[in-house]
């Protein structure tokens, strides 16, 4: 007992460091390249609950396990914050853990070196203070995404930076709700359907589907639909979104997937004083010709329909 | 046993997080002191001292009481445990999961050897 409080008292993190028998070069590829990843961040004891890395700095990662024998659940998510070739990558790191949010706001650092007999991984886990976790959002958040090209907040403030081979669409509104009655307006189609599409189903789980179709007062319709990538009610919902149709005459369905595919990511945060932070990030949209429209028009549409959320979910009408 | 809330396990760590508040806390550790016995060793002002005191109280890591003309501190283990099992937990976490990239190590490498592994 008066051991690990000395090890609490002389830092909040922890240091992994193990020797592993293979090359530096496959030991960092099993961590960086997603579909090696894959195979083994579970291990035979758990069962992985969706895993997505999109390694890149600024990119985020959510890779989830559960215990098959008594349904314990974690799930890691973050962003990669730095990545240095074959040396080491670092993590900004939240986590849920049974459902609930376990101590929110720490930094994972892997690092890698080569020794005799294999290669050294080290693994530092810690806690960001207060002060340290504001300066490391902030810079997180000016690092990657100030280099977006849009960015919209519902005050109307619009910020636009070009020249970045991505750029995402990013919102935030507080809602005097917790994360628990925020879940349903983004997950059940009764609820759904108030504030967003007429019509809705959403399956949500990783896995999971949606299908989401909007009638145009000319009578016409148009219908967006994908995959749930990520559910953990009731804080993060990541979902695949096309925000073009396909056109056979332009080629295969699968390259036209892999061409269009954009992700929304939804993140609830609690602000500990009887509201929630909801973040909306839809991120992937590529530059080119008819591109800027349709970015443009999320944009505008994304504003409109999460201020709709807000009212709705306050209770207030529909400003559809 | 006590669950503690996100909210209440963040504000603990963010109190772990200064250095001179876990100097205090190491005192602690020895024993219940006075506030100008803490400020001590830290060549501070009563109040600055006073001031760590109360993000450590407010994290219910530290009682105060009045005793006579003085005030007592005294170390609450409640938030520290839940800490040390934060500590605990990602241990634990961190091993199984290193365990289970070199079982996947020596898969992938007998995979190569077979040459299934090719492309």
């Known amino acids: 007992m008066r051991k690990d409080i000395d090890v609490v008292l002389a830092r909040p993190a922890i240091e992994v460091v193990r020797t592993l028998r293979f090359p530096l070069e496959r030991v960092w590829q099993a961590w960086i390249d997603p579909q090696k990843f894959v195979q083994w961040w579970a291990g035979p004891e758990l069962e992985s609950t969706g895993i997505t890395a999109d390694v890149r700095v600024g990119g985020e990662f959510s890779w989830g396990l559960r215990r098959p024998e008594n349904g314990d659940s974690y799930t890691a998510h973050g962003r990669y914050e730095e990545i240095v070739e074959h040396e080491r990558f670092v993590l900004s790191w939240d986590s849920i853990r049974n459902g609930e949010a376990y101590v929110s706001g720490a930094r994972v650092s892997i690092s890698f070196r080569s020794v005799s007999g294999g290669t050294e991984l080290r693994i530092l886990h810690e806690f960001l203070g207060e002060a340290e976790m504001c300066r490391h959002y902030s810079e997180g958040w000016a690092s990657a995404v100030e280099k977006l090209a849009v960015h919209l907040d519902l005050d109307g403030n619009v910020q636009e930076h070009l020249g970045e081979p991505h750029r995402a669409i990013l919102l935030r509104v507080e809602l005097p709700l917790s994360a628990a009655a925020i879940w349903p307006w983004l997950t059940e189609a009764g609820r759904i359907t108030q504030w967003f599409p007429q019509e809705a189903e959403l399956d949500a789980r990783p896995g999971g589907s949606y299908s989401f179709l909007w009638r145009r007062p000319d009578g016409s319709t148009h219908r967006r639909s994908g995959a749930i990538t990520v559910a953990e009610a009731p804080l993060l919902l990541d979902m695949e979104w096309y925000p073009t149709d396909w056109d056979p005459q332009q080629g295969s369905e699968q390259d036209w997937r892999e061409a269009a595919r954009t992700l929304v990511h939804w993140r609830l945060s609690e602000t500990g004083q009887g509201s929630c932070l909801v973040s909306l990030r839809h991120e992937g949209f590529g530059y080119g010709e008819g591109l800027d429209m349709i970015f443009r028009g999320h944009a505008s549409g994304w504003q409109e329909y999460v201020t709709n959320l807000r009212e709705v979910a306050s209770g207030r009408a529909d400003i559809r | ?119």
């Open chain 2, 1 to 119: 046993m006590v669950k503690y809330t996100e909210a209440e396990l963040s504000r603990t760590f963010s109190a772990l997080s200064d250095p001179t508040r876990r100097g205090i806390l190491r005192r602690l550790a020895d024993g219940s002191t006075t506030v100008s016995e803490l400020a001590g060793p830290y060549s501070m002002s009563l109040p600055a001292v006073s001031k760590h005191l109360k993000v450590l109280e407010e994290a219910g890591l530290v009682s105060r009481d009045k005793q006579g003309r003085e005030y007592h501190c005294r170390l609450l283990a409640g938030p520290l445990r839940e800490a040390m099992e934060w500590i605990a937990f990602y241990r634990g976490f961190w091993h199984a999961r290193i365990d289970s990239l070199e079982d996947f190590l020596a898969s992938d490498e007998q995979n190569d050897n077979d040459g299934g592994g090719a492309g």
